[in-house]
């Protein structure tokens, strides 16, 4: 180490704003991260690892391994740089960029900042040594001629693939992996003998033992034979390890498991809220498993009084145990067809933390008092111990309560008093939320039907009734109402932020709706409500399903975040995910704080602070992303394997989306999505307006647009890529032809 003398700063006795917290997480704490930037800028040049401990007085080899550790996370967080002299240095240059790599099929790629600024253009020759899901630190070389920011790269500061799988190909003496991800353009060469016993076309999982460079594609050998290429299964297969989907159970998670039995301790019911006698309900699918919320309302002078009792989780996952990790490791259950890669193991997700019907469970329990316009006037928190009084369908609910359902009403009849009221007080809530302006676009989920083999026999849609919708209802009362016991509280936790349109999605939404004779009212910041009104405006239109896409496609993604920025799209100032802990992370977070304040401690000491959430926040929203795309991958095998004996067929259907390249439709009532290549629309030259969301026939004058209907013909199916091509057959006459004014002809230009 560099001697005490030769030190440019003197640390060691400088008070750590943030000793209580590391002291918290540790038992023989270091200098927090704010600490060690605030050295490194003090001292106005890098600083090599022994220059930072010396400058704290770092000697305990158990203290130097630590500051090691963080020093690495931070580099890996970017906070930090790592240049060739082994120095740390800060990353505080503007043009510097810091962020995590998106790649592309064609080759090319973005940056994703972590800042949250707009992506930065990668090409393919600064592709070469990344691949998809790596950081790195990029430096701001110009503009594209898209007027996007383009990078390059400075350093790779964290290789995120080690293992990709994919389907193995032998050509002409060289053995290689084409990743099924299709952010990955790059294929695997396979070092010599390190196929195995693998081969021709099978499913492999190979293990990159050389990363890229620019000079060379990565090498790799193969570490796992999945199986053959249409074995039942091996979509869900693939896309768990394309992308990295954690599904098995650390054995140190598994034995710490071992003592839980399906019975809840006496113990553990001691100094709660005895729930037993209230007839608390579930209400789920008729194929849900898990039951992590249960409901009870009972009408009072000033309206009614709801509860809404959430599964305990957090009295059984404990901070930083095995269990902790792999649930924070996983963020969130994913659920393909008919199969569930669960958050937590069976015995909490299907037992212990279920709210099954006739057992005693623990649960945090959501009280409100609502008036009679639907307001709430006073929520508390507490917790309890129930035993759900039954296990109740949408569907049956919706037989009582809406259709009046004799049988059904006769075998609920101890629980009808309370059903009625849940409905009364649902009805109310919802004239509340239209009144604020919550967002309710009616949009078409689909279900998978099965038969032997997993082959599909036919694809459904979901119908939501106003069972899913009450519960719905309820569900975000509580979660606003867990935001707003924690802002009071001013503990770190993370919320789900929904911010509203980004400015250059705002104008194309209104040119296109200027296009139509539309406005959407609230000038440069439109409410929920301007966007409520509008829908409401439109919905005897027969372009309205084109409007409302429109509509839908300008909002932000959600996210999670500690930063207090509202949601958007329910018209609220704050809110949190409390409602379902079994399978999302932030719900158990969000739990952890609320206990935190029932029993009385301080803030100072909560085991997070603002930094953890914020990282946590971008694991679980990151997580989040990965979960969806991993099962719209399955979902779009799916279709396509159920679309390959229909080549030749002609369907009607819907232009869902509509690109510089053609146009992607939906077929109705088979809910499959196929694309209609540009070069597949006749002898004109098309021009793509991205505002209007068509395509332009220069000649003809024949337009395409977003929400037209059109008949088309299955011309091609591709499992591999998991597309499906489409040719047009022919254009409904509803659809309207192109306003376009005269003007000198251009050059023309396929497009």
């Not at 990955?184 to 060469?189: F, N």
């Not at 952890?592 to 803030?603: D, E, N, T, Y």
């Not at 259907?653 to 999505?673: D, R």
């Not at 969301?693 to 000649?699: I, N």
């Amino acid at each position: 180490m560099t001697s005490k003398s030769k030190k440019s700063v003197d640390f060691s006795s400088t008070k750590d704003p943030y000793a209580q917290r590391e002291a918290e997480k540790y038992e023989n704490p270091i200098p927090s991260r704010e600490l060690i930037l605030q050295l490194i800028e003090q001292s106005g040049k890098p600083l090599r690892r022994s220059d930072i401990a010396d400058a704290f007085s770092l000697a305990d080899e158990e203290q130097i391994e630590a500051l090691r550790r963080r020093l690495r996370a931070m580099e890996r967080d970017g906070q930090l740089l790592f240049n060739r002299a082994q120095q740390y240095c800060l990353v505080n240059n503007k043009d510097l960029i810091v962020g995590r790599v998106i790649g592309h099929a064609d080759g090319f790629g973005f940056i994703k900042p972590d800042d949250g600024s707009d992506d930065l253009f990668l090409s393919p020759r600064e592709m070469n040594p990344l691949l998809h899901n790596d950081r790195a630190l990029v430096r701001i070389v110009g503009v594209d001629k898209k007027g996007r920011r383009e990078g390059a790269v400075v350093e790779i500061l964290e290789r995120n693939t080690h293992q990709v799988v994919g389907r193995l190909y032998k050509e002409d003496g060289f053995t290689y992996v084409v990743p099924d991800n299709k952010n990955m353009a790059q294929t695997i060469l396979i070092q010599k003998g390190g196929a195995g016993k693998a081969k021709q076309g099978q499913i492999v999982i190979a293990e990159i033992v050389e990363q890229p460079t620019r000079l060379r594609q990565p090498i790799g050998r193969i570490i796992e034979i999945l199986g053959d290429h249409l074995a039942p299964g091996m979509e869900i297969e693939m896309a768990i390890h394309s992308y990295g989907l954690p599904h098995k159970w650390p054995e140190e998670l598994l034995e710490e498991i071992k003592p839980l039995t399906d019975d809840v301790p006496e113990s553990a019911k001691e100094n709660r809220v005895d729930l037993r006698k209230t007839p608390l309900v579930t209400i789920d699918g008729e194929d849900a498993r898990d039951f992590d919320d249960a409901v009870f309302c009972q009408k009072t002078p000033k309206g009614w009084k709801l509860l809404v009792a959430i599964a305990d989780v957090s009295h059984y996952v404990d901070i930083n145990t095995a269990l902790d990790k792999e649930a924070q490791n996983r963020s969130t259950s994913v659920y393909f067809p008919e199969q569930v890669i669960p958050m937590l193991p069976e015995i909490l997700s299907n037992g212990l933390c279920s709210l099954n019907p006739q057992v005693d469970r623990l649960c945090m329990v959501c009280e409100m008092l609502i008036d009679h316009q639907g307001q709430v006037i006073r929520s508390r928190f507490f917790e309890g111990v129930m035993s759900s009084r039954a296990r109740l369908t949408y569907t049956e609910v919706a037989k009582v309560l809406v259709d009046g359902d004799k049988a059904l009403t006769e075998k609920y009849k101890s629980l009808m008093p309370h059903l009625q009221q849940l409905y009364a007080l649902y009805k109310v809530m919802r004239i509340s939320r239209e009144q604020r302006g919550a967002m309710d676009f009616d949009t078409q989920e689909t279900r998978i039907i099965f038969g032997p083999d997993r082959k599909i026999e036919k694809i459904v849609p979901v119908v939501r009734n106003d069972a899913h919708k009450l519960i719905e209802e309820f569900m975000i009362t509580a979660n606003m109402a867990a935001a707003r016991y924690l802002n009071n509280k001013k503990i770190p936790k993370l919320l789900r932020v929904h911010e509203g349109p980004s400015a250059d999605k705002l104008l194309n939404l209104k040119i296109f709706l200027g296009e139509l004779g539309l406005r959407l009212e609230g000038g440069a910041k439109p409410t929920p409500l301007d966007y409520m009104h509008l829908i409401e405006s439109i919905k005897d239109r027969p372009d309205a399903h084109l409007i409302q896409t429109v509509l839908l496609r300008s909002m932000s993604q959600a996210v999670y975040s500690p930063e207090l920025k509202g949601h958007f799209g329910l018209a609220l100032d704050a809110y949190a995910h409390f409602t379902s802990p079994i399978r999302r992370y932030p719900d158990l977070l969000v739990h952890r704080a609320i206990r935190h304040c029932l029993q009385g401690k301080s803030v100072e000491s909560f085991h997070y602070g603002v930094p953890d959430m914020i990282r946590l926040g971008e694991h679980c929203s990151a997580n989040e992303r990965r979960a969806d795309d991993a099962t719209r991958d399955v979902i779009s095998w799916l279709k396509c394997e159920y679309m390959m004996d229909k080549v030749g067929e002609e369907f009607p259907g819907l232009i869902s989306a509509v690109t510089s390249f053609g146009f992607f439709v939906e077929l109705a009532e088979i809910y499959v999505e196929g694309l209609v290549h540009i070069s597949n629309l006749g002898q004109d030259y098309f021009h793509f307006d991205p505002t209007s969301h068509q395509l332009k026939g220069e000649r003809t004058h024949i337009n395409f647009r977003l929400g037209d209907k059109v008949k088309v013909k299955v011309a091609r199916v591709d499992l591999d890529e998991k597309k499906i091509d489409f040719e047009l057959v022919l254009k409904q006459s509803s659809a309207k032809k192109a306003n376009i004014s005269k003007k000198p002809r251009k050059r023309r230009n396929k497009k």
